[in-house]
Structure formats: C-alpha cells, structure tokens
C-alpha cells in the first residue's frame, strides 16, 4: 500500500518520530435483541486481528512551514506469508464489521499535543486463484403462488390466487449487477408494487450457540401499481460495494446474502398497518426468499 501523508501548518513543527501504523480486525457484537440472555452478557466479542504493523516513515526533525507530502510504502503481508484467506474484504455490517484502519502519528515532546490523523482503506481479495468472472450467472428459476407462502394471506387473496414467475441469478460477481426477470401470469387482487430486498445474514459463534441475525441492506422497486399480465419485467440491481462483500463461511462467523421477492397486494388494511420491516410476512403481501453467493472474479479487482 502507498501514499503520502500531508502535513499542513503556518509554522515549521518540531517532532521526535513520525510513524504509520496499520489496523485491522474482524470485529463481532451480540446485540440484545438478537441473542439469549446469557448471549447478552458477552456484548462485543474479543475482536479478530488480521493485520497490526508500525513503521517509522522519519526520524525526529522539523517540518518546514506550509504543506509538506511524506510519500510512504506498506507491505501488509510478507511475500513469504500464505495466509491470503486471512484477509478478509472491508465489510461493514450490523453485527460484524471487516475494517482496515491507517494512523498516522507525530509525537512532539512533553510540552506539545501530539498529532495524529486515522482513515480508513478499503481491501479487496487479491488471490491469484481467484476464478475468472462467471459468464452467464447462476439462475435459479422461481415461482410465487398462494400455496407456496408460509403465512396466512387475506382470504380474497388466498381464495383468488395468483401466480408469478421468474429467475435470477443466485451467484455473481460483486462487480456484476443482480440480474433476472419476472412476470406476473395471474393475480385476482390487484397488485400495488412488487419489490426486491439484498437481506445479509451474519453468524456468530458464542459460547457453545450460534446466534444468527438477518437485516435489510437496500430495496429496490422493480413494479409500481398493477402490472400488465404475462409481461416479462426486468430486475437489474446495482450492489452496494461496503456493505457486500464475498461470501464468507470462517471459523467463528460467516457472512452470507439472499434475496427477497415481495409483492404487494392493494388491500385497505395494508393503508392502515404502520410500515415496517418491509420482509416481514403480512396479510397482503407474498415473498419468496432465495440464497445469493457473492464472489470477487479477478476482473474485479483494483489497488487499494
């Protein structure tokens, strides 16, 4: 990793030392809400280290007055180091978050504050068995009816019935939109919006349990209003680049995606509930939820 740390002052600054260090870490939470009573005396779980290295970019001195760029070089592994999968991609989720942190410090003595300056780095896979981008993606062929649903549906939906049908990809590249289509072949009750949820499913291993949290990463309208019968619609989803990353299945927790079909039915009492999570099951709504594995091609990939 290279880059320059700019130092921009009115007057020239004395220091003993400037130094870089570089963070990373794995860290895990189990929240309240998502754990059993004894899960929640853990709290924040001991963080995972990936990477902690310090380097001295100069020794002490003084910086001249205006703006100066100290250019420096980072090896975050040695070349003689296998351990490629230890580096995880940069994740940001509700329970687990991949971060790779740089600290630039300039200690000046006792008798003045010392400087100091974090940003965070994005780290992309950078295996070279990586394979090369599937072309065409994965589909997996779906269909949405009233006897495919779980739930209980308002009885005009469930006596009525309705059917949809479609495919999607169920594992892409992150670079690669989320693509697939879909078509309404039938529905007796009007349909008010059909729509397209990235859900991310994170685990964690505590103590001798597994607790396991789903959350909504984005949404996306893919109909509004009753669409034309037998029309084919596409789904084309652009994904969120920090908060998705390659599928992970590692010792103490994994990483995983799926995707939910929801179609909204027009229904009174629909006007009257207050909108919440919109993948719970309700009386007016049909979904279907589909695993999505998300993998880093070599074509993806760029320099930090």
Not at 15 to 39: C, D, F, K, M, Y
Not at 83 to 101: D, S
Request: proline share 8%.
């Amino acid at each position: 990793m290279e880059g320059k740390i700019v130092i921009k002052s009115p007057n020239s600054i004395s220091h003993q030392t400037i130094r870089l260090s570089v963070n990373g870490s794995v860290n895990l939470q189990v929240r309240g809400g998502s754990a059993g009573v004894i899960e929640s005396f853990y709290g924040v779980i001991k963080p995972i280290l990936i990477v902690k290295k310090t380097i001295q970019v100069r020794s002490s001195g003084r910086i001249p007055p205006g703006t100066t760029e100290i250019p420096f070089s980072v090896n975050l592994r040695e070349p003689e180091e296998s351990i490629a999968e230890k580096f995880y991609e940069t994740f940001h989720g509700t329970n687990i978050n991949i971060q790779y942190l740089l600290t630039a410090d300039i200690p000046r003595g006792y008798l003045h504050k010392p400087l100091s300056a974090t940003m965070e780095f994005i780290i992309e896979s950078g295996r070279v068995d990586l394979p090369e981008r599937p072309l065409p993606p994965e589909m997996v062929i779906f269909y949405i009816t009233q006897d495919t649903q779980r739930h209980p549906l308002l009885p005009e939906i469930k006596t009525g019935g309705f059917r949809v049908t479609g495919k999607i990809a169920t594992q892409c590249s992150l670079q690669d939109p989320l693509s697939g289509e879909l078509t309404v072949e039938a529905s007796s009750v009007p349909i008010t919006s059909i729509d397209l949820h990235l859900l991310r499913v994170e685990s964690i291993i505590v103590g001798e349990r597994i607790v396991t949290e789903t959350s909504l990463i984005q949404s996306t309208q893919i109909a509004d209003g009753d669409v034309c019968r037998k029309m084919t619609l596409p789904i084309y989803v652009l994904l969120p680049r920090l908060l998705m990353c390659p599928s992970i299945f590692a010792g103490p927790f994994s990483v995983e995606f799926k995707v939910c079909i929801t179609i909204s039915f027009k229904s009174k009492l629909a006007k009257e509930q207050p909108k919440s999570d919109p993948t719970a099951p309700r009386l007016w709504m049909a979904l279907e939820r589909l695993p999505l594995e998300l993998v880093r091609t070599k074509r993806d990939q760029f320099s930090c």
